[in-house]
């Protein structure tokens, strides 16, 4: 009964998660339609990867006995290919210094998880330890994922708009933290149960959020978000050009007057 309990709370987390991992398509349909992103943030999607990429490696046997955790496999590989898809659009569509920031937040997490795979193939030899030490990981890395949408928390009570927090993530997140825990309980395994202990309130937060403005008017944002360096100094240099406009036109009022006295 226990066992078929788990796998049953297992199903439903992966449905719950298919469902969080989907959820952005509507956002980026939305910036190839109009090939901007807007206000959006890419640090959501970049973390979701890393969450994905650590606990895929986690639930296969090489690191857990077995297929134990097959559906944390399952769910977490399609993931990986979601979120992937995702960062190459907002990659696509995104400014040169906005590309520069993609790389600089996505490389790193590459490395990390070449390393863990690395480090627990051929530094630990037991199915315990190497849970032990990729779990770890990975507890950090879902605590970051689901904490991660609190980035537009600030720009949401700022604004009191809710236009760039999507409805459906905070959802879905909310859904699939909460299955994750009991999932993670059942299966006596701290390391699927703890981040979705932290992750369930954050969630939950984000969707107070939501009802709380979600009537307000949305708010235009500055239309430039990242200082354009070319475009300041073009109008530091048109501004300059006006000073010496007026300090010759003075020069002139000033010589005239002086013949006339």
Same mark, same amino acid.
């Given at each position: 009964?226990?066992?078929?309990?788990?796998?049953?709370?297992?199903?439903?987390?992966?449905?719950?998660?298919?469902?969080? *991992?989907?959820?952005?398509?509507?956002?980026?349909?939305?910036?190839?339609?109009?090939?901007?992103?807007?206000?959006?943030?890419?640090?959501? *999607?970049?973390?979701?990867?890393?969450?994905?990429?650590?606990? $895929? +490696?986690?639930?296969?046997?090489?690191?857990? *006995?077995? +297929?134990?955790?097959?559906?944390?496999?399952?769910?977490?590989?399609?993931?990986?290919?979601?979120?992937?898809? %995702?960062?190459?659009?907002? %990659?696509?569509? @995104?400014?040169?210094?906005? /590309?520069?920031?993609?790389? /600089?937040?996505?490389?790193?997490?590459?490395?990390?998880?070449?390393? $863990?795979?690395?480090?627990?193939?051929?530094?630990?030899?037991?199915?315990?330890?190497?849970?032990?030490?990729?779990?770890?990981?990975?507890?950090?890395? @879902?605590?970051?994922? *689901?904490?991660?949408?609190?980035?537009?928390?600030?720009?949401?009570?700022? $604004?009191?708009?809710?236009?760039?927090?999507?409805?459906?993530?905070?959802? &879905?997140?909310?859904?699939?933290?909460?299955? +994750?825990?009991?999932?993670?309980?059942?299966?006596? =395994?701290?390391?699927?149960?703890?981040?979705?202990?932290?992750? $369930?309130?954050?969630?939950?937060?984000?969707?107070?959020?939501? &009802? /709380?403005?979600?009537?307000?008017?949305? /708010?235009?944002?500055?239309?430039?978000? +990242?200082? =354009?360096?070319?475009?300041?100094?073009?109008?530091?240099?048109?501004? &300059?050009?006006?000073?010496?406009?007026?300090?010759? @036109?003075?020069?002139?009022?000033?010589?005239?007057?002086?013949?006339?006295?």
């Amino acid at each position: 009964m226990g066992e078929r309990l788990r796998l049953a709370v297992g199903v439903m987390g992966n449905v719950a998660s298919m469902l969080l *991992y989907a959820a952005p398509m509507l956002t980026f349909s939305r910036v190839m339609k109009k090939k901007n992103i807007e206000g959006f943030s890419c640090v959501p *999607y970049v973390l979701a990867l890393f969450n994905c990429c650590l606990y $895929t +490696w986690y639930g296969l046997p090489i690191v857990s *006995y077995k +297929w134990e955790d097959f559906p944390v496999v399952t769910i977490n590989g399609i993931g990986i290919l979601l979120e992937i898809s %995702f960062i190459l659009i907002y %990659f696509w569509f @995104s400014s040169t210094k906005g /590309k520069k920031e993609v790389a /600089k937040m996505v490389v790193p997490i590459i490395l990390i998880c070449v390393a $863990t795979g690395i480090i627990s193939t051929f530094v630990f030899h037991e199915h315990r330890r190497r849970k032990v030490f990729v779990g770890s990981i990975g507890l950090v890395a @879902s605590i970051a994922m *689901y904490a991660s949408p609190l980035v537009v928390v600030r720009q949401v009570i700022k $604004t009191k708009s809710v236009e760039f927090m999507p409805f459906y993530l905070s959802l &879905f997140s909310f859904l699939a933290s909460g299955l +994750w825990m009991a999932y993670g309980l059942l299966s006596h =395994d701290l390391f699927l149960a703890s981040p979705n202990m932290v992750g $369930t309130p954050l969630c939950i937060l984000q969707l107070i959020l939501y &009802f /709380k403005y979600r009537k307000n008017p949305v /708010k235009e944002l500055e239309p430039q978000k +990242w200082p =354009d360096l070319e475009y300041n100094d073009d109008k530091l240099k048109q501004e &300059f050009k006006l000073e010496e406009k007026k300090d010759q @036109s003075m020069l002139v009022v000033t010589e005239n007057l002086s013949t006339k006295t």
